[in-house]
């Protein structure tokens, strides 16, 4: 059996929908992004969060933030096209280190990779566009024109991060590859490889990808949960679903593994209900 206790009541902080919340990798923040277009950054002090930043200057609804790896930078997209970097300094700050606009609709979601200052945006222009470090500034590194046939809605790099996996509006699910340039993963390019056609009439809204298991967990308009595995068989891969259940006639709108328990998934569905599940797979 699990019990959950509250630990914190951030209230007060945003004054519209809280779309996304993301802890930094030392636990000592957490972050969240609202449609009042407002990242509010809190601290951990004496066991409990308090809020100590409002950042602001995005110009609509923020759709999803994500501290980077490292902790040093913190990602966030929007409805006004913009995809923020906001650096750490040495008071422990946030200010914009980088604002660039590569999308030409609005931006559903970002995506650190695992290990590398290499982060990747979903967006409702069907692309998904890479970024990297150049020097100070962050540049655009690759952009995939029509990854999706409609709106791609989320992303997740495998345990290596050398291969990521997006769903989108039009049902399908896609692993891209990374093209190993001997250099750094933030330079090389990516390529897709692989794709599954999910579902025909229903959006894709969500993807995890178990970086314990590797079996990727899917969800959305459907209603359906589907966990499937990624099989190599002399030089080709396949999707293969090892399950398949209705999820109460709602859509699934977030999926996430638990990263110490393989068989633990995490369900976020329309209903409002939030469910914690041993897959046993």
Same mark, same amino acid.
């Given at each position: 059996s699990c019990c959950l206790q509250r630990e914190s009541s951030l209230q007060g902080s945003h004054q519209r929908a809280v779309r996304k919340v993301s802890f930094s990798p030392c636990d000592r923040y957490l972050a969240s992004a609202g449609f009042d277009s407002c990242i509010v950054v809190y601290k951990l002090n004496s066991g409990d969060y308090e809020e100590v930043n409002?950042?602001?200057?995005?110009?609509?609804?923020?759709?999803?933030?994500?501290? %980077?790896? %490292?902790?040093?930078?913190?990602?966030?997209?929007? $409805?006004?096209k913009t995809v923020w970097f906001w650096q750490m300094d040495e008071e422990e700050d946030? +200010?914009?280190a980088s604002i660039l606009q590569p999308h030409t609709q609005d931006v559903k979601f970002v995506k650190w990779h695992p290990y590398e200052e290499c982060l990747v945006s979903c967006s409702y222009d069907c692309s998904i566009v890479f970024y990297r470090l150049d020097g100070d500034e962050w540049i655009v590194q690759q952009r995939i024109e029509n990854a999706?046939?409609?709106?791609?809605?989320?992303?997740?790099?495998?345990?290596?991060?050398?291969?990521?996996? +997006?769903?989108?509006?039009?049902?399908i699910i896609k692993i891209w590859s990374n093209c190993w340039n001997g250099t750094s993963v933030a330079t090389s390019k990516w390529e897709k490889v692989i794709e599954h056609q999910v579902?025909?009439?229903?959006?894709l809204y969500t993807v995890s990808w178990s970086k314990i298991s590797g079996l990727l967990?899917?969800?959305?308009?459907? %209603?359906?949960? $589907?966990?499937?595995?990624?099989?190599?068989?002399?030089?080709?891969e396949t999707f293969e679903e090892l399950y398949s259940v209705k999820w109460r006639r709602a859509d699934i709108n977030c999926l996430h593994w638990n990263p110490k328990k393989p068989d633990y998934l995490a369900v976020g569905s329309d209903d409002g209900l939030v469910q914690v599940l041993c897959m046993g797979v």
């Open positions: 409002k950042l602001e200057g995005q110009e609509s609804e923020i759709k999803c933030c994500e501290f %980077s790896p %490292s902790a040093e930078y913190l990602a966030s997209c929007s $409805r006004d946030l +200010t914009v999706h046939d409609s709106t791609v809605w989320c992303c997740d790099f495998s345990d290596d991060g050398k291969a990521l996996a +997006t769903v989108g509006a039009d049902g579902t025909k009439r229903w959006p967990a899917v969800g959305g308009g459907d %209603s359906f949960l $589907r966990i499937f595995r990624v099989l190599s068989s002399k030089g080709a």
